[in-house]
């Protein structure tokens, strides 16, 4: 079996990406929040409109005990003075917090890439070894390579591979890829027949479909 490392495993690429969206949500939302008193803005308009009628019909409603139009412009000015700060605060924080995802990803790829190379080293070794043997008969050798085979085994499975069970199992499109179709009077029908090409999942998701007969009376 041929394996390759491309970088972060498609679970751990969710998971952070998962992450990512809910303190993007939580970002957008305070934005929102933020951008909405900008609408105050039209108000302090009317408040001012206000504030000037008011000064030329004097000081009565004031003494009366009403808001004061003047301290209520002056007011929403301070406001949104405060909101358009704690929006450039925001924004701040949001390209920060970019910049620091995408180091953590790139430095998370580089630990389970560096992991999983650590795994495999054993297999190099055992496989040199098997190489530069001189003398060795068949059942010797053969007895090596079933030995790499199971440690490469182990060491896939340690780092979340999964095969795909097929033995007595009923076609499933989700796990498994049909190339051929025959007929087997002893079966039911969208039985596996024969599993050609063993398929493998990392954590629950595919990552290749087993290539399988189907029973098609």
């Known amino acids: 079996m041929k394996y390759e490392v491309k970088g972060m495993p498609s679970f751990m690429k969710d998971e952070l990406k998962k992450k990512d969206e809910e303190k993007l949500e939580e970002m957008k939302r305070e934005i929102d929040e933020v951008e909405a008193a900008d609408a105050a ?5 009317d408040v001012r409109a206000e504030t000037s009628e008011g000064s030329r019909e004097g000081t009565e409603e004031a003494e009366n005990g009403a808001d004061d139009p003047v301290k209520r412009a002056e007011k929403l000015e301070a406001d949104l003075a405060e909101k358009d700060a ?3 605060r925001l924004r701040a924080d949001f390209d920060n917090f970019r910049r ?6 790139e430095e998370l790829t580089a ?3 560096q992991g999983i190379l650590t795994d495999m080293l054993p297999l190099l070794d055992n496989f040199e070894r098997a190489l530069s043997a001189e003398g060795s008969d068949l059942d010797s050798f053969r007895a090596g390579v079933s030995m790499i085979y199971k440690q490469m085994q182990e060491a896939l499975a340690k780092n979340g591979l999964e095969v795909i069970d097929t033995k007595d ?9 049909a190339v051929m179709r025959v007929q087997d009077p002893e079966k039911e029908d969208d039985t596996i027949e024969q599993e050609l090409q063993k398929g493998y999942m990392a954590k629950g998701r ?3 479909p087993s290539m399988v ?3 098609s009376n």
């Open 86 to 88: 704690q929006m450039l």
């Open 111 to 113: 630990v389970v890439t």
């Open 206 to 208: 595919v990552i290749r």
């Open 169 to 177: 199992k009923k076609f499933d499109p989700n796990f498994h890829q």
């Open 213 to 215: 007969q189907v029973v």
């Open 41 to 45: 803005e039209d108000a302090a308009d």
């Open 100 to 105: 620091r995802s995408a180091k953590e990803r």
